[in-house]
């Protein structure tokens, strides 16, 4: 099996991973395990538009990110997983949450990872990280931890450039950056942990993807701001974000990017 995190795995674990935003999938406890380990993502919130000759499109935030792990005996059976989908345009991004249906016709919420928020579609303003989860009773049968998103940065006045998204010191998740409103000026741009970077190109007017990396650490990217008025390039939409993290803000008036979707990983041994 090829393990897509850097997870312990000693003989006989088993890892699955859910990744499809949107997406409901029953997972099945193995026969034999002894602890269970859970990671959730939730996912990133879109950039925003602004307005024409007013403001540019603020960054949209990260989701939270929750880990529990307890034994296995401890574990239901069988758990509904939904991997939260990323926002669009006045869309907030949506949680990853692990469920025990068998309580009721609605299920239980053990464990979930809140979407971040997108931006405004008409204003400057910046999307919120995703708020972490509250300790439930099921919570309390293992080791808990739940950490909220970025969040993004705020669009520009018009005439002024967009503040650039630092690394966060308390997620491996990004933000996304808001939308340049100066002629000739890049949009807010994203640095992630670790030294990873997020390539802007303002030379040739080209942005690269928000992007997510399993190995050899966990690193999410979210997607820079729109460049407004490039000399020889004119206008540059924002990019998406990466897993969980936010999309970039537009230019003033532009089309606004989408926030990257969430991840659940079980791991069992």
């Known amino acids: 099996m090829s393990y897509p995190i850097n997870y312990p795995t000693p003989q006989g674990a088993n890892i699955q991973t859910f990744e499809q935003g949107g997406s409901i999938?029953?997972?099945?406890?193995?026969?034999?395990?002894?602890?269970?380990?859970?990671?959730?993502?939730?996912?990133?919130?879109a950039g925003g538009t602004g307005q024409p000759?007013?403001?540019?499109?603020?960054?949209?935030?990260?989701?939270?990110?929750?880990?529990?792990?307890?034994?296995?005996?401890?574990i239901p059976d069988v758990l509904r997983i939904t991997v939260g989908a990323g926002g669009t345009l006045s869309v907030n991004g949506t949680a990853s949450t692990v469920i025990y249906q068998a309580k009721n016709t609605t299920g239980y919420t053990l464990l979930s990872a809140n979407g971040g928020t997108s931006a405004s579609s008409s204003l400057a303003t910046a999307g919120a990280g995703g708020t972490a989860m509250t300790a439930n009773g099921f919570c309390a049968t293992g080791f808990?931890?739940?950490?909220?998103?970025?969040?993004?940065?705020?669009?520009?006045?018009n005439g002024s450039t967009a503040s650039d998204v630092t690394a966060s010191a308390t997620t491996f998740l990004s933000g996304g950056g808001g939308g340049s409103a100066a002629n000739n000026t890049?949009?807010?741009?994203?640095?992630?942990?670790?030294?990873y970077p997020l390539s802007n190109n303002f030379a040739t007017g080209k942005l690269n993807q928000g992007y997510f990396i399993k190995q050899p650490i966990l690193v999410g990217c979210g997607g820079s701001g729109g460049f407004y008025g490039v000399s020889g390039v004119g206008n540059v939409n924002p990019v998406n974000g990466g897993v969980g993290c936010g999309g970039g803000g537009s230019f003033a008036g532009g089309s606004a990017a989408v926030g990257g979707n969430g991840f659940v990983v079980i791991v069992t041994w």
């Open 186 to 195: 890049a949009g807010g741009s994203v640095t992630p942990n670790y030294g």
């Open 53 to 74: 000759g007013i403001t540019s499109g603020g960054g949209g935030g990260s989701g939270a990110v929750t880990n529990f792990m307890c034994p296995a005996f401890l």
């Open 144 to 157: 808990f931890q739940s950490i909220a998103g970025q969040a993004g940065t705020s669009g520009a006045s």
């Open 25 to 45: 999938f029953d997972w099945v406890k193995p026969q034999g395990a002894s602890f269970v380990f859970f990671t959730l993502i939730g996912s990133g919130g």
